[in-house]
């Protein structure tokens, strides 16, 4: 490695954890950073991404972009399947012309949720809405084009930017005073500052510090689980709001798409090859009331 700095391109900014590597970025100087939101680059357009990816040449692409809306897309299977299928097929494709590294985000819905332990990278996939599969079909694009990709399938990502879980309660216990909340779905709520973190603690440690982490597909979240009830029951205690929360049955809100009961994953890899810290979704939810509070 030559003293120039890695080149880091960040497609999808304007979402959630685009918006977070981009207010991470800042403590991570070692490398420099171009921030592009969908205006900047629409990934469903192959010619597009072509043309820009490889002008551009960085040395590392992080795809934030993607189709998240699980109920929308059982009836857009074509929006979906662009942003979560073609788009990261295209990237890959650019991302090898230039032998960048590609980091990619999935999802723990490519899992139907029958397992009574935490999904492994070495379960069988199966999943339960076209939103899953359209993720899923993502991953395999991906592969199919090169190795030389992180591929982090996560699990309930929020933050106090974007639309999410979490500001969805917040805006609904102020608005209704009380909140009914599904308690049978379990997985592990996933803060997008955390996530942003240690994928830029993930990249120095590989190209700065060059510790031997081999590429491939990563399951990351917090430790621990919850249901949606136990999320919104701290949402609500740790943003001080005296609203009660009530646990329902997922059929007194019926969805087009269905979801997984039980979709926990297993973070033993990541911990084991990255050595990389990881947060109880408690601390993790602390730490984004308070970032939300002091923004």
């Avoid at 723990?108 to 993720?135: A, I």
């Avoid at 982090?152 to 917040?170: A, K, Q, V």
């Avoid at 500052?193 to 597909?217: F, Q, R, S």
Wanted: with cysteine; net charge negative; glycine share 6%.
């Amino acid at each position: 490695m030559t003293n120039r700095k890695m080149h880091v391109l960040v497609v999808g900014s304007g979402g959630q954890l685009g918006h977070a590597l981009k207010l991470q970025s800042s403590q991570y100087p070692e490398f420099s950073y171009t921030f592009w939101d969908r205006s900047d680059l629409d990934i469903s357009v192959e010619s597009w991404v072509h043309e820009r990816v490889t002008s551009l040449k960085p040395d590392v692409v992080i795809n934030a972009a993607a189709y998240t809306n699980v109920e929308r897309a059982e009836e857009d299977r074509e929006g979906a399947r662009a942003g979560n299928t073609l788009g990261p097929s295209f990237l890959a494709e650019a991302c090898k012309s230039i032998e960048a590294l590609l980091v990619h985000i999935s999802t723990d819905y490519v899992f139907d949720g029958n397992s009574k332990t935490p999904y492994t990278e070495e379960d069988e996939p199966h999943p339960l809405n076209y939103y899953g599969q359209s993720k899923l079909d993502g991953e395999r694009a991906v592969d199919a084009v090169f190795d030389h990709y992180f591929i982090l399938r996560t699990s309930w990502l929020y933050d106090s930017y974007g639309h999410n879980f979490f500001n969805t309660m917040l805006r609904l216990a102020k608005e209704r005073g009380e909140l009914n909340v599904v308690n049978d779905q379990f997985a592990t709520p996933t803060y997008a500052g955390l996530l942003a973190n240690d994928i830029l603690l993930l990249l120095k440690k590989k190209y700065v510090e060059h510790v031997t982490i081999p590429c491939g597909l990563y399951h990351y979240t917090h430790a621990g689980e919850a249901s949606w009830w136990d999320f919104a029951r701290a949402i609500i205690k740790e943003s001080g709001l005296s609203v009660p929360v009530h646990p329902v049955d997922s059929s007194r809100f019926p969805t087009k798409a269905k979801r997984p009961g039980y979709s926990k994953l297993d973070i033993t890899k990541w911990k084991t090859n990255t050595g990389i810290r990881i947060s109880t979704w408690e601390e993790a939810l602390q730490l984004c009331v308070t970032t939300a509070s002091i923004e």
